[in-house]
């Protein structure tokens, strides 16, 4: 059992390894989008309608990322538009190149996901205090390629393409009345800064990924020793009960572990001792290749109660 056990836990833990080894290995933003895409694109429905959107299901380890996606007439997107979650393409949007259908997708990376485009953009001196929101276009007409699908680009006509981060941000006032930027992140590497147009709305002319950053704060002055002694101390205090209770825990495991094989032992022990001596009750011997119990040796000779006479039958 206790072998069982040990290959159970083996086994979990490669799996959450693996899961981990692959999400920590996603660091480029070029290669989370290629991956979003393939996911989005196995996860479509031939029956899915057009210009409704739908949630993709990513797997376990793109824990955080949120992904909707839709097809649209290219036709019909430059004489309507449409409202992509938050991205809104206004009227006169521009496909290029223009094919039958277009499958948008929208991504929302979540605040764990979006320090890939942190750290794969130079952001000195701004943080990110919003998640990156990003809206792109694949051919999704009748003839799409489901293995290798080619990226299209969305232009905004007359109207600019609005991306609204008012659900992602802390609606009380900055006490420092400092606002936000929008933050384009582009193909090449860098990154355009401009003013939001209004409350946590940010403008774009084509797609792309956005978000919104603010300057870093200074850094604060150094500590005097004197704190930096108690915070040590404090995390020697944190770090010492944190290990001693999972020593705790490991040893009240091991001494579980041996009262019940302790137990078990006793009651196999017990066992043997009883059919041990049942055996030498009886006397148990192998008879071929059977076990069976055998009586003692003795037995109650005969006796002859009458002295014997020879018989003669009258003809002889």
């Known amino acids: 059992m206790g072998s069982l056990f040990s290959f159970f836990f083996i086994i979990i833990f490669l799996v959450l390894e693996f899961l981990r080894i ?3 290995g996603i660091k480029s933003a070029r290669l989370l989008d290629l991956l979003i895409r393939d996911y989005t694109f196995k996860s479509y429905d031939l029956h899915f309608r057009t210009g409704m959107l739908y949630a993709v299901k990513l797997p376990a ?13 290219c036709g019909s997107l430059r004489r309507y538009g449409a409202q992509v979650k938050e991205f809104h393409l206004g009227i006169g949007v521009i496909v290029q190149p223009c094919v039958e259908r277009v499958m948008v997708i929208r991504q929302h990376l979540g605040h764990n996901w979006s320090s890939v485009y942190y750290a794969s953009y130079d952001l000195s001196g701004y943080q990110l205090v919003s998640p990156i929101l ?6 999704g007409g009748s003839d799409v390629n489901f293995s290798n699908p080619f990226e299209l680009g969305i232009h905004a ?4 393409i609005t991306i609204n981060f008012t659900n992602f941000t802390n609606s009380t006032n900055n006490p420092s009345e400092i606002k936000p930027l929008c933050a384009s992140f582009e193909n090449n590497g860098k990154v355009t800064l401009e003013n939001t147009v209004s409350h946590h709305v940010c403008v774009a002319k084509r797609h792309g990924h956005y978000g919104l950053v603010m300057k870093s704060p200074p850094s604060p002055p150094p500590l005097p020793p004197e704190q930096v002694k108690k ?30 094989v302790k137990v078990k032992k006793k009651a196999r022990m017990e066992e043997m001792e009883r059919r041990a001596y ?9 008879v071929g290749h059977v076990r ?3 009586a003692a040796v003795t037995r109650t000779l005969p006796t002859i109660e009458h002295e014997y006479k020879p018989y003669y039958h009258p003809s002889s």
């Open 278 to 286: 049942e055996e030498e009750a009886l006397q148990v011997s192998m």
């Open 292 to 294: 069976a119990p055998t």
């Open 61 to 73: 380890n793109f824990s955080g990322i949120k992904v909707d996606t839709g097809r649209f007439r």
């Open 231 to 260: 915070k040590i101390s404090l995390w020697k205090v944190v770090v010492g009960s944190t290990v001693g209770s999972a020593l705790g825990v490991f040893l009240l495991g091991l001494l579980l572990v041996a009262m019940f």
């Open 157 to 160: 006509g007359d109207k600019p």
């Open 22 to 24: 692959e999400a920590e």
């Open 134 to 139: 990003g809206l792109l276009a694949y051919n």
